[in-house]
């Protein structure tokens, strides 16, 4: 993000907003991967979970989206699921009007579906295709978003890889780097990200890495980096792997974002992990981002991570003062009006 957006975030703050919005757009989706966090009984606390909630379609699903957006006044929204693709027509109606207003947007999907050509011309649009390792661990984990219909669905766009790594892909050496080369070699191919698979507290997923594991992926990454330019992780942010922030409250990605499920005004806590996040184990590539850009000393041991927790403290007192209260939910009816 540029100097200028930068800024416009940290006022955004100091108002009481978070810059950054995430909203599990639809609770559906035709894949049922290991290890998704989303369909986790602990996502939403416990209480419900996703498919159990009432979301939106059609126009009511964009109207409502939009509502959400001017209220919150985002600087960049991540749009999620579920997956979104599965409200593809939404989506042609909904971007026209973020790009209207200027808004960085990333649609998180598995391209089970045909991403768009035309999606190309949103200058501030990220697609990034969740890819789970090489080929045949991940058409076992995601079909039918197999390695041969995503190739087909992605032929004539321009996506971002991300790829979450897991204690399998850790504990094959070379694995990340061939995963890497399948996928740098192709044009359509703009960026590749990794994060490591972040476990609920407790947790016995088979996914999990050991400690040893995560010191040998951050070595691997620091290595590969320098090989693979189209790898855009930078130094600092790898080894903010080794020792993420200690818990919610400490993590500006958590504090920074706000996160809604698909009837759009259940609130995704303590981050968009819901549930018991392990953050010992964290591994979210946004928040390992975020936690670096922290740690950048502005003035002796100053940080930049203290003028956040002070400015956002700021922002959230002012908040409570100046009387800004929640509106209402979104409706399930109404007309849809082009802004």
Same mark, same amino acid.
């Given at each position: 993000m540029?100097?200028?957006?930068?800024?416009? !975030?940290?006022?955004g703050?100091? #108002?009481?907003?978070k810059?950054?919005?995430s909203i599990?757009?639809t609770?559906?989706?035709?894949? @049922?991967?290991?290890?998704?966090?989303?369909f986790?009984?602990a996502h &939403?606390g416990g209480?419900t979970?996703? @498919?159990?909630?009432?979301d939106?379609?059609? /126009?009511d699903?964009?109207r409502?989206?939009l509502t959400v957006?001017?209220r919150?006044k985002?600087?960049?929204v991540s749009l999620?699921?579920g997956?979104p &693709? /599965?409200?593809y *027509?939404?989506l042609?109606?909904l971007l026209p009007?973020?790009d209207?207003?200027?808004?960085?947007?990333?649609?998180v999907t598995s391209?089970?579906r045909?991403?768009p050509a035309?999606?190309?011309r949103?200058s =501030?649009?990220?697609?990034?295709?969740?890819?789970d390792?090489?080929q045949p661990?991940?058409?076992? =984990? @995601?079909k039918? #978003?197999?390695?041969e219909r995503i190739?087909?669905?992605i032929a004539?766009?321009?996506?971002?890889i991300?790829?979450?790594i897991t204690?399998?892909?850790a504990?094959? +050496?070379?694995?990340?780097e061939e995963f890497l @080369?399948?996928?740098?070699? =192709?044009?359509?191919?703009?960026?590749?990200? %990794?994060?490591?698979?972040t476990?609920? =507290?407790? !947790?016995?997923?088979?996914?999990i &890495?050991t400690?040893?594991?995560?010191? %040998? /992926?951050v070595e691997?990454?620091?290595?590969l980096?320098l090989l693979?330019?189209?790898?855009?992780?930078r130094?600092?942010?790898i080894r903010e792997?080794i020792a +993420?922030?200690t818990?919610p409250?400490?993590?500006?990605?958590? *504090?920074?974002?706000?996160t809604?499920?698909?009837?759009l005004k259940?609130?995704i806590t303590?981050c968009?992990?819901?549930?018991d996040?392990?953050c010992?184990?964290?591994?979210?590539?946004?928040s390992?981002g975020?936690a670096?850009v922290?740690n950048h000393?502005v003035?002796?041991?100053?940080?930049?991570g203290h003028l956040?927790?002070v400015?956002?403290r700021i922002?959230?007192a002012?908040?409570?003062?100046?009387?800004?209260f929640?509106p209402?939910?979104?409706e399930?009816? #109404? !007309?849809?009006t082009i802004l």
């Amino acid at each position: 993000m540029k100097t200028s957006e930068v800024l416009k !975030a940290w006022a955004g703050i100091l #108002a009481g907003n978070k810059p950054y919005l995430s909203i599990e757009i639809t609770k559906e989706c035709p894949l @049922r991967c290991p290890g998704c966090y989303a369909f986790d009984p602990a996502h &939403l606390g416990g209480d419900t979970e996703l @498919r159990q909630l009432s979301d939106f379609k059609g /126009v009511d699903l964009v109207r409502n989206i939009l509502t959400v957006i001017d209220r919150e006044k985002p600087r960049h929204v991540s749009l999620v699921g579920g997956d979104p &693709l /599965v409200r593809y *027509r939404e989506l042609e109606m909904l971007l026209p009007e973020l790009d209207t207003r200027k808004i960085y947007t990333q649609i998180v999907t598995s391209a089970f579906r045909l991403i768009p050509a035309e999606w190309g011309r949103f200058s =501030r649009l990220t697609v990034a295709i969740s890819i789970d390792g090489l080929q045949p661990e991940h058409d076992e =984990r @995601r079909k039918p #978003a197999t390695y041969e219909r995503i190739l087909k669905n992605i032929a004539d766009a321009r996506v971002t890889i991300h790829s979450t790594i897991t204690s399998y892909m850790a504990a094959r +050496p070379g694995y990340i780097e061939e995963f890497l @080369r399948f996928w740098s070699g =192709r044009p359509q191919i703009e960026r590749i990200w %990794f994060s490591l698979f972040t476990p609920q =507290r407790g !947790a016995t997923d088979p996914e999990i &890495l050991t400690p040893a594991q995560r010191a %040998f /992926v951050v070595e691997d990454l620091l290595r590969l980096r320098l090989l693979y330019p189209i790898l855009e992780m930078r130094e600092s942010l790898i080894r903010e792997i080794i020792a +993420p922030p200690t818990s919610p409250a400490d993590c500006i990605f958590a *504090r920074t974002t706000h996160t809604l499920s698909a009837d759009l005004k259940t609130k995704i806590t303590p981050c968009q992990f819901g549930g018991d996040p392990d953050c010992s184990q964290c591994g979210c590539i946004a928040s390992m981002g975020l936690a670096a850009v922290g740690n950048h000393r502005v003035l002796g041991g100053l940080t930049a991570g203290h003028l956040f927790h002070v400015s956002d403290r700021i922002g959230q007192a002012w908040k409570k003062v100046s009387g800004t209260f929640e509106p209402p939910a979104p409706e399930s009816k #109404a !007309a849809f009006t082009i802004l």
